[in-house]
């Protein structure tokens, strides 16, 4: 099925420890969009692709690397996971229209 | 300043009564896109109804109609006849300029409004 395909689905790290959110979407659209929500503050861009080989910071970038390793993928690298960094991680797509699709979240505990 | 203002962090509704939940935006942008969605406990983010700034009618899907007045910047969702199954958490959100499909579609969210249908 068409969409977009988020792993994992639930992950607890301890503070200091490194992990990447993979992101695939099967729709050929070139924009890829990672957005992090917090209880009270909706969502919050982290992090673009406009296209393959290219990122671009959001919002809220800091403490966070990602690669758009080709059109299908993107990646968000979290380097020394902090307890600030506990949140629900969406990733999302655009159609040539503007809608979004967003992936089913990945729920990421930081001890 | 805030660029999308839900002022309403919680609603009680009856079943079956019609709801409207407020959103308010802010941009001198003169082309860009409202859009709402349903966060249901199950976390998923589920696509509503959108509205183009530029769209001379409201837009209505199904159960759901967007109350835009463009005037006031404001673009409410209302739900008619209401069941439990709309009991979520509802986001409003916009983007600002018009469509590439090269990056500039980003998103900015309200701080959502958690509605409970009560039977």
């Known amino acids: 099925n068409a969409g977009v395909t988020q792993t994992p689905k639930f992950q607890v790290l301890k503070t200091g420890q490194s992990m990447t959110l993979q992101c695939a979407q099967d729709?050929?659209?070139?924009?890829m969009y990672w957005y992090r929500q917090d209880p009270g503050m909706g969502l919050r861009l982290i992090y673009y692709s406009a296209s393959e080989g290219t990122t671009d910071k959001g919002e809220v970038p800091n403490g966070y690397n990602v690669s758009r390793l080709n059109k299908r993928e993107f990646s968000l690298r979290l380097e020394s996971a902090a307890p600030s960094q506990t949140s629900v991680y969406f990733c999302a797509t655009v159609t040539g229209f503007g809608d979004p699709y967003f992936g089913q979240g990945t729920r990421l505990t930081v001890v | 300043a805030q660029k999308i203002t839900q002022t309403q962090p919680g609603m009680f509704v009856q079943e079956k009564e019609a709801v409207t939940l407020d959103c308010t935006y802010d941009?001198?942008?003169?082309?860009?896109?409202l859009f709402w969605y349903k966060q249901p406990s199950s976390g998923e983010m589920i696509f509503l109804i959108y509205q183009g700034s530029y769209d001379q009618q409201n837009a209505t899907e199904g159960r759901y109609s967007l109350n835009f007045q463009k005037a006031r910047k404001s673009a409410n969702l209302v739900i008619s006849a209401s069941q439990l199954g709309d009991s979520a958490m509802y986001f409003c959100a916009m983007r600002e300029g018009g469509i590439s499909n090269f990056g500039n579609e980003k998103l900015t969210f309200g701080t959502g409004t958690r509605l409970t249908i009560i039977p």
């Open positions: 941009t001198s942008d003169p082309s860009y896109g």
């Open positions: 729709m050929n659209h070139n924009s």
